[in-house]
């Protein structure tokens, strides 16, 4: 009977005779460079007893080289679903759609490549005509016969039946889009895949499932058969475009999709499991001299690495790393959007090969062994086969920091661990991973720095600095902002933690304290103040940690489709008729109201402001907000940029949030009452309704129904209640202070109704430019609802938002859809466009004297 420890640590009696049917043969041992094809082929061959040296009980014995050793651990899978194969799915995807794209945008280089081939493909002697087509033709059909049959041979019938399924699902596939693009598919699309020729298949259906096919079964691996296969294939489509029946792009798109569907079947179906069980691990720790007597799998580490706690022949216990080459790609969209997001010195690299992944844990236990930080002690590393790789670690009783109790963190701990950040520091030693998990204390209150598979040796000053930032942070989580300020400045001095303010970010933080930050909003904020009272006066430049903001990209997107909105708009108008029926006079008077706009918005400022702001300037204010829009949303611009002048003016901030956010506050009032005014202005000029018209109402029900379901949303409704709470936390205040002046009511009412007026007169006078006859308040209704819906476009300036709300409105109320994009197209060049340069040059004049 012998007695083998569960996960859990508890005894458990076993038949050694019963765990002994589990055993197998340990792994060949690979070269350090690399394996070669035969091995990489019996790597994913099942062999008999070769279930990955488990039994169902999760024991098994390690090789012959010596006493048998018991290594307890799961029942690890036959097979896996390996993130490379879903990668690889998602790069082909993606290279499809770009070539299609392409395909449609460079539609006559296409075309002339398409011509370039017929010319050359017909100029090529017969009998190699002849001969490319009996060989390609024939070899596309034999050489994966051939291999399957060769995989049969050697017990591998699996991989066939994977290449079966796949090629069976992209001739479904291929089938299934051709009658699609051929029946009711874009027209564009389907004279690119067919030449316009009868009888041509958009996707040809046996290139489509041959590269599925060599796909699945892993075909690639092999360099002789991979070689032979493309070379048919390559034959083949010589044949297809001497015989006319194929194009270049459906070559390109069977082949993309074949690939597609491959990967696809590979992920879904799985590939075989080639992890070394945890007897390989043991033999490999033999031929470092370790003498194993009894293993057993433990929990994964923070990195989803495999670890097996060891015990040896004289009682030690070492802690043993695995690292799986499948699960290098493990989290790869992640590490690569940090990597786009995050400037070069800060990022990690995507793709690690696992070679690199051992030798940079390696290199920086050693480097903290030698600076003398408190880290497991590493023993030897070693290959397991060509699959993985093992750390062998001295093992420390120890518990992480997020286990301790609160009770339990006193300042002497905290002092210890930084003390321990501060001999990395001197030795230029980056962790960064300093976090709860990664933090532990020993028996005795040592403490005990992990994980350090993600430091970096001879690090720069902005990782050293992002350290302490991180650590700060983590500590603050636990034990509040002022203890874990104190004690950090007791060890590394107040100058460190003022290095590190500027890198007090979210983005710069690890994912799981990023996510505990999420309750604590103000830690952030409040670790700063802390480090401000320290060093009051510190000089410390920004750091620009992100490369650009994720609002940048829905910027960028909605900037995108708001030109291809405005040109799909200006393709439907004749210019040269515009300008040769518009009346001028009218047009003067709309550049007029244009200009009195930003003396209306002036005043509206002024007027909310009890401090007294000079007219001019307070105007050439507003005319920089003109610039501010073409990289800002309409909304955010003019509040950024008075907010920006108030403090300026030595207005302090929180006041002048609440001036700026009382004019909105007023402003959105006055925008929601006229427009009720003039709808039902418009609709009692009926003669028997005193409703607005058809046309008018469905733009109002239209905004009303984005309202609702915009606040119907509770994230979206909690980031504008949040927003709109911060805007106007202090208006009420404010509002009183200028209530006490008639002369400010005046201004703030008088300038907030000017502004509104002003751009209604600016685009009646374009509608009236090109003959329409809508009525002025009819023209108030539809600015006042579009100039809504433009101003919550997250574009700059709500470019296309607010002209496809307008001319919407304009055609809804009877105007032509020519004198609707003329009048508004007009609109937007007097009041967005042409201010810019006014504004550029006014926002440079008040940097230049610091008035912004």
């Known amino acids: 009977m012998t007695h083998i420890r569960d996960h859990n640590g508890v005894e458990n009696p076993m038949e050694a005779q019963g765990a002994a049917t589990g055993g197998s043969a340990t792994p060949p041992q690979s070269p350090a460079n690399g394996v070669t094809a035969e091995a990489a082929e019996a790597r994913e061959t099942p062999q008999k007893g070769a279930g990955q040296g488990s039994t169902a009980a999760g024991v098994s014995f390690g090789d012959s080289e010596g006493p048998a050793v018991l290594v307890v651990e799961p029942l690890l899978p036959q097979r896996l679903r390996r993130p490379s194969d879903a990668l690889r799915f998602l790069a ?51 050489i994966p016969v051939v291999f399957a049959v060769e995989r049969v041979f050697h017990r591998d019938g699996l991989r066939v039946a994977e290449g079966l399924i796949a090629a069976i699902t992209a001739v479904l596939l291929s089938f299934a889009l051709g009658e699609w693009i051929i029946g009711s598919g874009p027209q564009d699309v389907r004279q690119l895949l067919t030449g316009g020729r009868p009888g041509v298949e958009p996707l040809n259906t046996l290139l489509t499932s041959v ?40 070559v390109a798109v069977s082949i993309l999709v ?42 994964d580490d923070l990195q989803g690495s495999r670890r097996y706690a060891v015990t040896l022949d004289d009682g030690r216990r070492i ?57 497991p002690k590493l023993l030897g590393t070693s290959e397991v086969g060509s699959e993985a790789a093992l750390l062998a670690y001295e093992h420390l009783e120890t518990r992480a920091l997020e286990d301790v109790p609160d009770t339990q963190i006193t300042d002497e701990v905290l002092t210890a661990i930084w003390k321990q950040v501060r001999l990395l520091q001197a030795q230029r030693l980056a962790h960064r991973r300093l976090a709860g998990e990664s933090i532990h204390l020993d028996q005795d209150g040592n403490v005990v720095l992990i994980d350090a598979r993600s430091g970096e040796i001879a690090a720069g000053d902005l990782l050293l600095r992002l350290d302490i930032a991180q650590l700060l942070t983590c500590l603050a989580l636990r034990v509040g902002a002022e203890r874990s300020v104190r004690t950090a400045a007791a060890v590394l001095g107040p100058d460190a933690l003022a290095g590190a303010l500027p890198l007090l970010q979210r983005i ?20 700063r103040e802390q480090i401000v009272e320290l060093k009051p006066r510190a000089e410390v430049a920004e750091v620009r940690l992100e490369r650009f903001r994720p609002r940048t990209i829905v910027t960028i997107i909605g900037s995108a489709l708001a030109a291809y909105i405005l040109l799909s708009q200006l393709t439907r108008v004749d210019f040269v008729r515009v300008v040769t029926t518009a009346e001028w006079a009218w047009t003067g ?35 920089a907000g003109s610039f501010v829009k073409l990289v800002a949303p309409a909304a955010v611009s003019g509040v950024a940029i008075n907010t920006r002048y108030l403090q300026k003016r030595g207005i302090p901030p929180g006041q002048a949030v609440s001036s700026v956010g009382a004019s909105q506050l007023i402003g959105l009032v006055f925008h929601i009452a006229l427009l009720m005014l003039f709808a039902y202005i418009t609709g009692s000029s009926a003669p028997s309704s005193l409703t607005p018209s058809r046309g008018l109402l469905v733009v109002l029900l ?61 685009l009646d006078a374009c509608v009236r430019a090109f003959g329409g006859s809508l009525s002025f308040t009819a023209v108030a209704v ?58 550029w040059a006014s926002f440079t004049w008040l940097q230049r004297h610091q008035a912004i």
């Open 92 to 142: 082909t995807m993606l290279a499809l759609a770009g070539v299609v794209l392409l395909a449609l945008i460079a539609k006559q280089t296409l075309n002339g490549i398409e011509a370039d081939v017929e010319v050359g493909t017909d100029r090529a002697p017969a009998p190699l005509v002849l001969i490319a087509g009996f060989v390609g033709g024939g070899a596309v059909l034999i």
């Open 211 to 250: 590269v599925a096919y060599m796909t699945a079964v892993r075909i690639t691996r092999r360099p002789t058969w991979r070689a032979l296969m493309w070379t048919a294939i390559a034959l083949d489509v010589f044949a297809l475009f001497t015989s006319a029946t194929a194009t270049v792009l459906g």
């Open 258 to 299: 074949g690939l597609g569907v491959g990967f696809g079947t590979l992920y879904t179906v799985g590939s075989p499991n080639t992890r070394p069980p945890g007897s390989a691990m043991v033999a490999a720790l033999r031929r470092l001299d370790f003498k194993p007597v009894k293993a057993r799998r433990i929990e």
């Open 319 to 375: 802690d043993v790393t695995l690292l799986d080459r499948d699960r290098q790609v493990a989290g790869f969209l992640y590490r690569l959007w940090r990597r786009m997001l995050l400037n070069s010195e800060t990022r990690r690299r995507a793709i690690r090969s696992l070679r690199a992944e051992l030798e940079r844990e390696a290199l920086m236990a050693y480097a903290a062994q030698a600076a003398g930080v408190g880290t």
């Open 508 to 527: 710069a933080l690890t994912r799981q304290t990023r996510a505990a930050l999420s309750r604590h909003k103000n830690l952030l904020s409040d670790i």
């Open 589 to 623: 008077l709309a550049l007029l109201a244009s200009g009195m706009s930003y003396l209306a918005a002036a005043l509206m400022v002024r007027g909310f402001v009890p401090e007294a702001l000079p007219l001019g300037r307070t105007v050439l204010v507003q005319f």
């Open 702 to 762: 239209g905004v009303a129904v984005a309202m609702v379901l915009l606040l119907s949303v509770r994230p979206l409704r909690r980031l504008i209640t949040t927003r709109m709470g911060a805007l106007f936390s202090g208006v009420v205040p404010r509002l009183l202070d200028v209530l006490q002046s008639p002369r400010k009511v005046i201004e703030a009412t008088g300038g907030t109704l000017l502004l509104t007026l002003m751009f209604i007169v600016c």
């Open 782 to 839: 539809v600015f006042l609802a579009g100039n809504a819906i433009g101003s919550a476009a997250p574009t700059p300036g709500g470019l296309g938002a607010v002209e496809a709300s307008l001319i919407a409105g304009l055609t809804l109320s009877g105007q032509p859809y020519e004198v609707a994009t003329s009048a508004v197209l007009l609109y937007r060049l007097l009041t967005f466009w042409l201010p810019v340069l006014p504004g």
